[in-house]
């Protein structure tokens, strides 16, 4: 079996399937080559679903910041002055907020607890996301 690379993108509105999956294909060969890797990527398969909440995607070349289609994060080449920085603290504090709200949210069995306060926060804030799981 081939090696494939699926890019499943986040929540909201996109910039067109051909363009987020050649910013993806251009991030991730940028990846391999910053770091001496002599290799092509193996097949790329984008899911892609902004399509289906939105009536077209987002257009990188609009530059009115109020058009509802504006581009705000568009694909640029990483800085070659990139360093690594230490988040241990960030991380531990992180890592105990996480497990404060799994312990509220979640039974032993890892079901859902107050399932209708979940309910309510992916509704008023996720609407993607409700659709998605819907």
Known sequence: MANVIILIHGLGNKPSKITL???????????????????????????????????????????????????????????????????ETRKKVIDFINKQINKLFLNEDFSLNYKFIADSIVNSYFKDLEIYYK
Request: no cysteine.
């Open 21 to 87: 999956e050649n910013w993806w294909k251009k991030a991730m060969l940028e990846g391999l080559k910053s770091n001496n890797y002599k290799t092509r990527l193996p097949l790329v398969e984008m899911v892609y679903w902004a399509d289906i909440m939105y009536d077209q995607p987002l257009n990188e070349k609009i530059n009115n910041p109020e058009n509802p289609y504006y581009l705000e994060e568009k694909y640029t080449k990483g800085s070659n002055q990139f360093h690594v920085e230490n988040h």
